[in-house]
């Protein structure tokens, strides 16, 4: 199992709609977890970190922790045609210096 | 600007040149990244320093690769004797704490 997997889309949504991102992560990776956008052309761009089991909301964005399933997700309401972009899922390797392991991206595209 | 800055954003070098790519974190930022991103690729790591030491360079691709860092600040990657195969657009991040990673715009690298 690689240590961070993303569900691997691509994700097409309705404007307006709510956009759901999962990633699963093996026992290798603690837990603090990061989402980046990428926009096409672009680097990453951090919008969401999260430390602690549960939720995290940021405007649109929320973040969701749980570690006993060992999953966490970034649900995006209200999605806008602006949030169309590749959205990467991270997390700290315990048995890689804590480096960051980051998942392959889901594509979301928002349709107007 | 506050950011991760990369230079330069883009070069184009004939196969068989040496190409050196720079980045400079953002400031007080004691931990710098390098990664290689192919077109339509996901995030592929090179090499990690803190401060000036690099404890991990597994992720460079052969001994063609190499990176220094000085003052623990500016940071170069050099690719000697360029193949087309390193195409690629090279990422620079940097982080503080909490390994929350900020990535510079990136430099597009093209061998022809």
């Known amino acids: 199992q690689k240590e961070v997997e993303q569900n691997s889309g691509p994700l097409s949504v309705p404007e307006g709609a709510i956009a759901s991102l999962n990633c699963t992560y093996s026992d290798r990776v603690s837990q603090s977890f990061f989402w980046y956008r990428q926009y096409s052309g672009k680097s990453p761009e951090l919008i969401m970190s999260i430390y602690s089991n549960g939720d995290k909301e940021d405007g649109r964005f929320t973040a969701q922790l749980n570690k006993a399933s060992q999953y966490v997700s970034l649900l995006i309401r209200d999605s806008q045609p602006s949030d169309s972009a590749t959205y990467l899922c991270a997390g700290e390797d315990r048995s890689n210096d804590y480096k960051l392991s980051f998942g392959a991206g889901t594509t979301v595209t928002v349709r107007a | 600007g506050a950011g991760v800055s990369q230079s330069p954003s883009n070069k184009v070098t004939e196969k068989g040149k040496d190409v050196e790519l720079r980045c400079d974190p953002i400031?007080?930022?004691?931990?710098l990244y390098w990664y290689r991103q192919r077109l339509g690729q996901g995030l592929e790591f090179l090499i990690y320093?803190?401060?000036?030491?690099?404890?991990?360079k597994s992720g460079l691709p052969s001994d063609r690769f190499s990176a220094e860092r000085t003052g623990e600040s500016v940071s170069t990657l050099t690719i000697q004797r360029t193949q087309q195969e390193d195409s690629a657009v090279y990422l620079c991040?940097?982080?503080?704490?909490?390994?929350?990673?900020?990535f510079g715009p990136g430099t597009r690298l093209t061998v022809l």
């Open positions: 320093f803190q401060g000036n030491s690099a404890p991990d």
């Open positions: 991040a940097s982080s503080l704490r909490y390994n929350e990673q900020f």
């Open positions: 400031s007080g930022h004691t931990a």
